[in-house]
């Protein structure tokens, strides 16, 4: 009798075996001489085209799916998205520093505070990234302000826009995609570029919060000269509420300026 395990195996195999005929078909049909193996030269060299054809398909759907997703999700809906994660990031860590079985002692809080405290950061990073690109790809006026005033742009020829199969948007987004959004004062410049605005925010608070989090990922937790940081959990809370701040005055900025 064959078992759930089995059948699964079965089915795997069943589609990898169709994966290589496929590829073996694709790679035949481009040959110069049908009868050549899979050690001649032309066909390892058409096998290595194909699986870089492959991984392109792979790297365009994704991009599409992205793309589709910034259409469907306007900044608000961004916005609030991220508020709910960091909700759930506060009641993950509260419910496990007040299980006593499973945050026995001092030193497993403060770890679980401090990966907690820079997973906020990375929350930070993607509603800023995700926000800006939104705002790009759905206000032809705010490509034009991108295209105008970003530095991370100014080096980007039309001939990038053949050699990619992009179009100048898609480009853009790409090259803001590689933005470091945890450099606040650089992130903010961008924004005030894009909307065509200068926006009155109080970053200290903010750029305090980024630059701890540079000392927990890249130094284990110590400043620069080796002091050990110490988080409880009320740093963690005051952290996320100054985040909220930060991206609840930034998200009124964006809506009270969109151009459509």
């Known amino acids: 009798m064959m078992t759930w395990g089995s059948e699964l195996s079965s089915i795997k195999d069943y589609l990898f075996a169709m994966q290589e005929q496929y590829a073996d078909d694709w790679i035949r049909e481009r040959l110069s001489d049908y009868s050549l193996n899979e050690n001649s030269e032309e066909y390892q060299e058409l096998a290595e085209e194909y699986s ?16 589709q ?10 916005h609030s998205i991220f508020v709910s994660e960091l909700d759930e990031l506060i009641s993950m860590l509260e419910s496990n520093c007040n299980n006593s079985q499973k945050m026995a002692t001092k030193l497993r809080t403060n770890i679980v505070v ?4 820079a997973y906020a950061v990375t929350l930070l990073e993607a509603y800023l990234g995700d926000t800006l690109r939104a705002l790009i790809s759905q206000d032809e006026q705010l490509l034009k302000n991108a295209l105008r005033k970003f530095k991370i742009l100014k080096n980007v020829k039309l001939i990038d826009v053949a050699e990619t199969d992009l179009d100048v948007k898609s480009l853009v987004l790409r090259h803001i995609g590689e933005v470091l959004y945890h450099n606040i004062p650089n992130v903010i410049e961008m924004y005030e ?21 540079h000392d927990i ?33 930034l998200q009124r900025a964006i809506n009270g300026n969109k151009t459509s």
């Open 52 to 67: 870089n054809y492959q991984e392109y398909l792979r790297e365009e759907a994704e991009w599409q799916a992205e793309l």
């Open 114 to 117: 401090k990966m907690s405290y």
């Open 217 to 249: 990922v890249h130094r284990n937790g110590k400043t620069i000269d080796g002091c050990v940081i110490n988080l409880d959990v009320q740093d963690f809370v005051q952290a996320i509420s100054d985040i909220k701040d930060f991206t609840g005055v």
């Open 193 to 213: 570029q894009v909307l065509g605005v200068k926006l009155e925010i109080d970053i200290s608070k903010v750029y305090k919060i980024t630059k701890l989090r």
């Open 69 to 78: 997703w910034l259409k469907e999700n306007g900044s608000s809906k961004i």
